[in-house]
DNA sequence: GGTTTGACCATAA
DNA sequence: CTTATGGCCAAAC
């Protein structure tokens, strides 16, 4: 018997990408709601570590940080997420710009017009 | 195989 | 508003 099914399974990842993949363009979505469309809230960590993983230049194989806008997945704040390079934060500011996302004076993304629900798996 | 780290989230103070 | 804490789980060391 098994004690809880995993939910993150071998191809959480590509899960991850799957819902990242169904965000259009001009919205953006949060790590939680990812993370809720795949089956549980509690691994919006893992929807970080699945997008950090498009960057590491051995990591992604099929599926290219150019196929996937990950740009458009921000933290439940409405902020960007960043731990130690504000360098990457501004790239994706840069990015969501360019797509009419509309930051107010706070630096947030104005939820209200942009925000995406995810379609459940 | 324990410890640390990580692009998180919700809640409390 | 900020800071702290607990939760959750995988990868790297």
């Avoid at 993983?53 to 933290?75: C, D, G, M, Y």
Wanted: charged share 25%.
């Amino acid at each position: 018997m098994i004690k809880s099914e995993k939910i993150v399974g071998p191809g959480f990842y590509e899960k991850v990408y799957r819902c990242v993949k169904t965000v259009p363009y001009g919205y953006v979505a949060t790590y939680g709601d990812i993370a809720c469309a795949l089956g549980s809230s509690r691994v919006a960590r893992h929807v970080g570590w699945a997008l950090s993983a498009l960057q590491s230049p051995e990591k992604n194989t099929e599926f290219n940080n150019e196929n996937i806008p990950w740009h458009r997945i921000v933290s439940s704040t409405g902020k960007l997420s960043n731990r130690k390079d504000n360098l990457r934060a501004n790239f994706q500011k840069n990015k969501l710009l360019k797509e009419g996302v509309v930051f107010d004076d706070n630096g947030k993304i104005k939820f209200d017009q942009h925000r995406w629900h995810i379609a459940m798996l």
